[in-house]
């Protein structure tokens, strides 16, 4: 991205990135890049703007200029998410976080101004959890199961998608697409069945 813009003429464009931070735990919305002894934790509010999408309420925007800038703030981040040890993983992510790039390019369209914005929705998904295998009671349990729901919320969706997309893109009135079913889902709205391009990377933890 910035190499793009190290190659471009400045002086008919001008650039603005913002990222933002945030995890899904238990179902709530937390601000990782919110200042650790902040009051609001998990309480961050789900709205949903006409044409915007889905957004979190009150969710903290940083502005950057390069790359550094944004690995640092992505660093500060992960050392807030909640995470607990299990008998499969001494330091298990308890929580999904989505890491959003918010890219602006401002010019001039035939003298008037122009500005054309995209988003990009980098997504780390817990595992899903099997709680005789974790060895998860309490609160470790509660965890798992909302991260199995949302991961099934978000199984849903995708099949949901690729059912209507073998419509030829006509929506059928009898498809129902369960975005509002998961937190996760319903702020992954416009990632997963808008304008937009979704890529998944899976890792496989293989025993000997």
Same mark, same amino acid.
């Given at each position: 991205?910035?190499?793009?813009? %190290?190659?471009?003429?400045?002086?008919?464009?001008?650039?603005?990135?913002?990222?933002?931070?945030?995890?899904?735990?238990?179902?709530?919305?937390?601000?990782?890049?919110?200042?650790?002894?902040?009051?609001?934790?998990?309480?961050?509010?789900?709205?949903?703007?006409?044409?915007?999408?889905?957004?979190?309420?009150?969710?903290?925007?940083?502005?950057?200029?390069?790359?550094?800038?944004? +690995?640092?703030?992505?660093?500060?981040?992960?050392?807030?998410?909640?995470?607990?040890?299990?008998?499969?993983?001494?330091?298990?992510?308890?929580?999904?976080?989505? +890491?959003?790039?918010?890219?602006?390019?401002?010019? +001039?369209?035939?003298?008037?101004?122009?500005?054309?914005?995209?988003?990009?929705?980098?997504?780390?998904?817990?595992?899903?959890?099997?709680?005789?295998?974790? %060895?998860?009671?309490?609160?470790?349990?509660?965890?798992?199961?909302?991260?199995?729901?949302?991961?099934?919320?978000?199984?849903?969706?995708?099949?949901?998608?690729?059912?209507?997309?073998?419509?030829?893109?006509?929506?059928?009135?009898?498809?129902?697409?369960?975005?509002?079913?998961?937190?996760?889902?319903?702020?992954?709205?416009?990632?997963?069945?808008?304008?937009?391009?979704?890529?998944?990377?899976?890792?496989?933890?293989?025993?000997?």
């Amino acid at each position: 991205l910035y190499e793009r813009i %190290g190659k471009e003429d400045a002086s008919h464009c001008s650039y603005k990135t913002e990222v933002s931070y945030m995890e899904i735990y238990n179902e709530r919305v937390r601000d990782l890049l919110r200042p650790a002894s902040s009051k609001q934790l998990h309480n961050l509010r789900v709205r949903e703007h006409p044409t915007e999408g889905p957004y979190v309420e009150s969710l903290t925007k940083h502005l950057v200029s390069d790359y550094n800038a944004i +690995f640092e703030l992505m660093e500060l981040g992960n050392t807030h998410r909640v995470t607990a040890a299990t008998k499969m993983n001494d330091v298990s992510s308890r929580s999904h976080a989505i +890491f959003t790039i918010n890219f602006t390019q401002a010019t +001039f369209d035939s003298n008037l101004p122009s500005e054309t914005a995209s988003r990009i929705n980098l997504v780390d998904l817990a595992g899903s959890e099997r709680a005789a295998a974790t %060895g998860a009671t309490g609160e470790r349990l509660k965890e798992g199961g909302n991260i199995n729901r949302s991961l099934v919320t978000l199984g849903n969706v995708i099949s949901a998608l690729a059912k209507m997309s073998m419509q030829h893109g006509t929506r059928d009135k009898k498809t129902f697409i369960p975005y509002r079913d998961s937190v996760l889902t319903w702020l992954l709205k416009e990632s997963l069945g808008g304008n937009a391009k979704t890529i998944m990377v899976a890792s496989e933890l293989l025993k000997v």
